[in-house]
C-alpha cells in the first residue's frame, strides 16, 4: 500500500462550475477525514467517515459540500457552484479505530477558482 | 480539545538540535499531544504522540513537562530537509461503552521552522 491517495493534484475551474475530487485510504483504515488548508493556515477539519457512515460535519461544510464514501473505501468530496472563496487545498487522511497512532494525510488536492 | 500555544517561527542551525516549544496550559487528563509537521505542497505528516511520560522514536524526542502544561519537540540532528511548519495538538481520548476513541485533530498556525546551512 502506498498510502493516501488523492486525485487531481491541481484543479483549475472556473467560477459557478461543479468539483469532485477521489480520496483513496489505505485499504484498511476504517475512517477517512476531510480537511480544507489555505494559505499560512493550518487544515481546518471539514468532515469524517467510518467505514461509509458520515459521523460529523463542520460548520465550514456549507450547502454546496457534498462528501460521500459509498463502499467504505474511496471517497469524494463534490463542490457545487463554485466561489473564489473556495480555492484552497483539500486535504484527506485516514486511520485505524480507535486510531491513537494518528493520521495518514495524502498530498491534497489544490484547487482554484478563477 | 484544549488550545495550544507556538512561536510563528524559529530558526536552526544544520546539524544541531531544534527544540520546538508548545504551550497547552488548559490540557485536561484524557488528552494527549500530537506533533505534526508538513512540509511544503505535502499533506501533513505523523511525528510523535504522548500523555504524561517522555516519548522518543526514530524522527523525535517529546518532553512533556510533570504538569502537562506544555511541551517541547525535539529533532536530535535537524537536517535541511526538516524544513516544515510544525503543528503541535493536544486530542482527546474518550472512553465509553463502545472502548476508547480519539477525537479529531485540531490544527493551529503551527511553527515554521527554518534549518539553514
Known amino acids: 500500500d502506498t498510502g493516501v491517495s488523492q486525485d487531481p493534484r491541481h484543479k483549475i475551474t472556473k467560477r459557478g462550475q461543479n468539483v469532485t475530487f477521489r480520496c483513496d485510504p489505505i485499504?484498511?483504515?476504517?475512517?477517512l477525514y476531510w480537511y480544507r488548508q489555505t494559505l499560512g493556515q493550518g487544515p481546518e477539519f471539514l468532515t469524517y467517515f467510518q467505514n461509509e457512515a458520515q459521523l460529523e460535519k463542520s460548520r465550514l461544510l456549507s450547502d454546496r459540500f457534498s462528501a460521500e464514501r459509498p463502499k467504505g473505501s474511496f471517497s469524494t468530496l463534490e463542490i457545487q457552484r463554485t466561489e473564489q472563496g473556495d480555492s484552497a487545498m483539500y486535504l484527506c487522511?485516514?486511520?485505524?479505530?480507535?486510531?491513537?497512532?494518528?493520521?495518514?494525510f495524502g498530498s491534497g488536492t489544490r484547487l482554484t477558482v478563477v | 480539545d484544549a488550545k495550544t500555544t507556538q512561536p510563528p517561527s524559529m530558526d536552526c542551525a544544520e546539524g544541531r538540535a531544534a527544540n520546538l516549544p508548545c504551550n497547552h496550559s488548559t490540557i485536561s487528563g484524557n488528552e494527549y499531544v500530537y506533533w505534526y509537521r508538513q512540509i511544503h505542497s505535502q499533506g501533513p505528516q505523523y511525528i510523535i504522540h504522548?500523555?504524561?511520560n517522555n516519548e522518543t522514536n526514530e524522527m523525535a524526542s517529546l518532553i512533556i513537562t510533570e504538569d502537562r502544561k506544555s511541551s517541547t519537540l525535539i529533532l536530535p540532528h535537524a537536517t535541511l530537509r526538516d524544513t516544515a511548519v510544525y503543528y503541535c495538538?493536544?486530542?482527546?481520548?474518550?472512553?465509553?461503552?463502545?472502548?476508547?476513541?480519539?477525537?479529531?485533530?485540531?490544527f493551529g498556525q503551527g511553527t515554521i521552522l527554518t534549518v539553514h546551512p
Open positions: 495538538i493536544v486530542r482527546a481520548s474518550l472512553s465509553n461503552a463502545g472502548g476508547t476513541s480519539y477525537g479529531k485533530l485540531t
Open positions: 485499504s484498511e483504515h476504517n475512517r
Open positions: 504522548g500523555l504524561k
Open positions: 487522511a485516514s486511520s485505524l479505530v480507535p486510531g491513537m497512532g494518528g493520521y495518514t
